[in-house]
């Protein structure tokens, strides 16, 4: 089982060293997370996002722009609070909550966003750093793939030379962690919902690495639904679930894998697999901190004493 609970403590325990050294420079990170919607699953990502700065150190908060622009403003509220977010010196870290409503410009908000301020590495100029030359430790990437490839590397999961098939190619996750695992020579194939069944039957029975970040659930889509089941690898693959989604009605999470019997039908036949809590979610979250860090850093020339 590839359980993230040990490494997410170090991570935490090494960026609480990181903030009290800026602190000594009279600096402290500061993050904002913005919610658009009031999307149940995007909420209970932002509320242990902040929660995590707060125990490191790090000032956050959260901006829920649903409680003061009707819909129909919404899109001018974001490209506001972007633009007030840059140019506040107390906050050095900015991430807008995905994924947004169809009728907001996703494209003109991050395009508006100062790239070093970008914790979650969606703006033009953060990727291109990831298709062109970029560095794990110091750049500022996607936040899910990176933690995925952090993952795999504490555990040895070497990926050169496998086949790995991705279900999505959402920008946050599944197009980022395509190049980060091409570049590590492996040879990717990301199915979507408008893949073939057959093909992605096949896919997925072929692959020597699996990674389900649909997002999807039976229980809330009647259609373009996904949930991986034993049957649908073969042995000895490695497994890594990343879709999750919260019922609005009842609070309760769906994922990517099954639970219960299922689940461990699934974990019998792979070689590695994530638990479906403690696994990728801790690695995404220890990876923005990383990210406010290294925002934090790259805003340094502009800050003087914060606080």
């Not at 699953?41 to 908060?61: P, Q």
């Not at 977010?85 to 996703?106: E, S, W």
């Not at 695992?181 to 057959?198: F, Q």
């Amino acid at each position: 089982m590839m359980s993230a609970k040990e490494i997410f403590r170090e991570t935490k325990r090494r960026v609480r060293e990181e903030v009290e050294k800026l602190e000594e420079e009279g600096i402290t990170p500061g993050f904002e997370a913005i919610l658009v919607t009031d999307d149940p699953t995007s909420a209970m990502y932002a509320r242990l996002k902040k929660k995590d700065c707060e125990e490191v150190g790090i000032y956050a908060e959260i901006c829920r722009l649903y409680e003061v622009y009707p819909p129909e403003r919404l899109n001018e509220g974001l490209f506001k609070e972007i633009e007030r977010a840059n140019q506040r010196d107390d906050i050095t870290g900015v991430l807008i909550q995905m994924p947004l409503p169809h009728y907001i410009d996703k494209y003109g908000a991050l395009e508006r966003l100062l790239p070093e301020k970008d914790v979650d590495g969606l703006t033009p100029y953060n990727k291109g750093v990831l298709m062109s030359s970029y560095d794990l430790k110091s750049s500022l990437l996607p936040c899910t793939p990176v933690g995925i490839i952090e993952l795999l590397d504490h555990y040895g999961v070497e990926v050169e030379g496998m086949d790995a098939t991705i279900i999505g190619r959402s920008e946050l996750v599944g197009k980022p962690l395509r190049k980060l695992l091409e570049d590590r020579n492996a040879t990717v194939t990301c199915c979507h919902t408008r893949t073939k069944e057959s093909t992605k039957r096949r896919l997925l029975k072929e692959a020597d690495l699996v990674v389900c970040a649909a997002g999807r659930p039976p229980e809330l889509y009647s259609q373009g639904w996904f949930r991986l089941e034993a049957d649908m690898i073969k042995e000895g693959a490695v497994v890594v679930g990343v879709g999750v989604r919260k019922d609005p009605k009842t609070g309760k999470l769906y994922f990517d894998l099954p639970r219960g019997r299922k689940f461990r039908e699934l974990r019998e036949k792979a070689s590695y697999i994530t638990p479906n809590l403690g696994g990728v979610g801790l690695m995404t979250r220890g990876r923005l901190l990383k990210n406010i860090i290294i925002a934090t850093h790259l805003c340094k020339k502009h800050l003087i004493h914060i606080y």
